[in-house]
C-alpha cells in the first residue's frame, strides 16, 4: 500500500525535514517508481516503503538543513539517484548532471525525472575521469555508497570551482580516513538520524577549518 503524504511527513520527522504539498507529491512519485522498477533492474537492496522513505530520501535530503545548494551539481554514481536526484525536490532550480554507467539505471533516472517535472536535469553515462579532465567545474559534488573513495576525491577536486563543495555519505570510520586525505580540506561532519554510524562529510577548496564532529 502506497504511503499517505502524513506518513511520509512523520517517517521525515527525525531529519528536521518538513516537506510542502508540492514535495510530498514529487516525493510520492519518485517513490512509486522506484518500487516499481526496483522489481525488475535493482536499484535498491531496500524494498520496504518506509524504510525507502528514510534509507533514501531522508538521509539525501538531510544534506538541506545544513546547505542551501546552488548553481551545478554533479552527482557521482548515482544509481536510483540518492542524494543528487532526489535533492532536487528541495532545490528545483540546481542544474543537476547524474554520472551513471548503467544504462537501464539511466533510464530509471530519466522517467523520474520526467515524471516528476524536474527540470535542468542531464543523465550522463560518463565517468569522473572523464568530467575530470574536462573544463567543466560544478558548485557542489556528491557521492554516497560508492568505492574508490580516496581517487574519486582527488578527482572530485578538479572539478570543483574555487568555493564548491563536496558532500560524501560514508560511515565514521571512512570519513576518520579521509580526513587524512588533502585533496580537499574537510569543513564540516554531521551524523545521519536514525543511521548506524553514517554520515556526511563536506570538504571544498575553500579555506576552512575542520570541525570535529
Not at 545548494?69 to 532536487?88: E, H, N, T, V, Y
Not at 538520524?193 to 570538504?203: D, K, N, Q
Request: charged letters at 25%.
Amino acid at each position: 500500500m502506497m504511503l499517505s503524504a502524513s506518513r511520509i511527513q512523520k517517517l521525515l520527522q527525525p531529519f528536521g525535514l518538513q516537506l510542502d504539498s508540492h514535495q510530498v507529491s514529487q516525493l510520492k512519485t519518485y517513490l512509486e517508481l522506484l518500487l516499481r522498477w526496483n522489481a525488475r533492474i535493482n536499484l535498491t537492496a531496500i524494498r520496504n516503503a518506509e524504510e525507502c522513505v528514510t534509507r533514501h530520501f531522508g538521509e539525501s535530503l538531510f544534506l538541506s538543513c545544513h546547505e542551501q545548494l546552488r548553481g551545478r551539481l554533479l552527482d557521482i554514481g548515482s544509481g536510483a539517484g540518492f542524494p543528487g536526484l532526489a535533492l532536487k525536490i528541495i532545490f528545483p532550480k540546481l542544474e543537476t548532471t547524474l554520472l551513471e554507467p548503467v544504462a537501464k539505471k539511466r533510464a530509471f533516472l530519466k522517467e523520474v525525472a520526467r515524471q516528476c517535472d524536474f527540470e535542468k536535469v542531464v543523465v550522463s553515462s560518463q565517468r569522473l575521469e572523464e568530467i575530470s579532465g574536462s573544463d567543466l567545474r560544478f558548485d557542489t559534488a556528491t557521492a554516497r555508497a560508492v568505492g574508490q573513495i580516496e581517487r574519486l576525491v582527488t578527482q572530485a577536486a578538479s572539478i570543483l570551482v574555487q568555493d564548491g563543495k563536496f558532500h560524501l555519505w560514508l560511515s565514521r570510520e571512512q570519513a576518520a580516513s579521509l580526513k587524512r586525505h588533502t585533496a580537499l580540506q574537510w569543513v564540516r561532519q554531521v551524523d545521519i538520524p536514525l543511521s548506524r554510524g553514517r554520515v556526511i562529510l563536506t570538504g571544498g577548496l575553500c579555506q576552512s577549518t575542520f570541525i570535529a564532529p
